[in-house]
Nanobody, 124 residues
Framework: QVQLVESGGGLVQAGGSLRLSCAAS????????VGWFRQAPGKGREFAAV????????YYADSVKGRFTVSRDDAKTTVYLQMNSLKPEDTAVYYC?????????????????WGQGTQVTVSS
């Protein structure tokens, strides 16, 4: 069982930046594809970004492309989502998700493990 813990959310003004972190409790992320999803009030869970298990491939939703960057630390213990030029429409609960040796999928159902989520609020 893999337990994921997100951190780094908060309140920021439009145009600001936040960096979210996703840590795998008690283990590394070696071999795991890790995705970031978000869910705004009254809406479904939406794909934001994903990094492949070998760190070679990343994909982004069109809505965040050019503003968000997903990366993994050298120790393979933490995956980050750097969010720049934030907009009010980025307000949501952000979740990280992981699957061992999985495809770089944009579908929530392809991931086996999920964190509890961290709130990001962008004020106008």
């Amino acid at each position: 069982q893999v337990q994921l813990v997100e951190s780094g959310g908060g309140l920021v003004q439009a145009g600001g930046s936040l960096r979210l972190s996703c840590a795998a409790s008690g283990r590394s992320f070696i071999g795991y594809t890790v995705g970031w999803f978000r869910q705004a009030p009254g809406k479904g869970r939406e794909f934001a970004a994903v990094i492949s298990a070998n760190d070679i491939t990343t994909y982004y939703a069109d809505s965040v492309k050019g503003r968000f960057t997903v990366s993994r630390d050298d120790a393979k213990t933490t995956v980050y989502l750097q969010m720049n030029s934030l907009k009010p429409e980025d307000t949501a609960v952000y979740y990280c998700a992981a699957v061992f040796l999985g495809r770089t999928s944009m579908r929530p159902e392809d991931y086996d493990y999920w964190g509890q989520g961290t709130q990001v609020t962008v004020s106008s």
